[in-house]
Antibody, heavy 122, light 107 residues
């Protein structure tokens, strides 16, 4: 069964950092792009970042560019999101999701993990 | 970025009836459009991609149509498990964007 499972969320102060992880199983991780999508409490979905299967190409929403870094370790079937300079508006459930292609282009998301909650507050 | 607008925000339908949800893109996204279902406390689930292709395990009562800027998700005969929030997503260009969602509630 294809699965992704996030971890690493928690409470962090404004300006702080947090690293999210997403463990993948049930598929050949290195040949699929992966993305992070977030959902603020009671709000809709917002794409955050994507990375190609090789890790050579990365993409970011303007709201996180320069603060967040997406990466992957294909030897460990794990996706990461390093979040720096966190703001209150970054508070959300962060989902990782698998794309259908290696490149990251023209990607829908399936499946999604259950999400990990990041709360930025003093 | 490509703004996606869903309508209505809330749709009240009785079980067994048909539900029609709309999604409009501010500029053409070709057929690069997906639909997701999300229930409270759960992750989104892919229903439709490529504008009309059902994802694995999705019942035939779910269908997608449209192209360019106007898209429709139709649920032909609503079951109790279909009451949820539905999102459309364009993946034609970066950044990928979602509609604000349509809440499908029991009438």
């Amino acid at each position: 069964e294809v699965q992704v499972l996030e971890s690493g969320g928690g409470l962090v102060q404004p300006g702080g950092s947090l690293r999210l992880s997403c463990a993948a199983s049930g598929f050949t991780f290195s040949i699929y792009a992966m993305s992070w999508v977030r959902q603020a409490p009671g709000k809709g979905l917002k794409w955050v970042s994507a990375i190609s299967g090789s890790g050579g190409d990365t993409y970011y929403a303007d709201s996180v560019k320069g603060r967040f870094t997406i990466s992957r370790d294909n030897s460990k079937n794990t996706l990461f999101l390093q979040m720096n300079s966190l703001r209150a508006e970054d508070t959300a459930v962060y989902f990782c999701a698998k794309g259908p292609t290696i490149s990251g282009w023209h990607n829908w998301f399936d499946p999604w993990g259950q999400g990990t909650l990041v709360t930025v507050s003093s | 970025e490509i703004v996606m607008t869903q309508s209505p925000a809330t749709l009240s339908v009785s079980p067994g009836e048909r539900a029609t949800l709309s999604c409009r893109a501010r500029q053409s996204v070709s057929i690069n459009l997906a639909w997701y279902q999300q229930k409270p406390g759960q992750a989104p689930r892919l229903l439709i991609y490529g504008e009309s292709t059902r994802a694995t395990g999705i019942p035939a009562r779910f269908s997608g149509s449209g192209s360019g800027t106007e898209f429709t998700l139709t649920i032909s005969s609503l079951q109790s498990e279909d009451f949820a929030v539905y999102y459309c997503q364009q993946y034609n260009d970066w950044p990928y964007t979602f509609g604000q969602g349509t809440k499908l509630e029991i009438k």
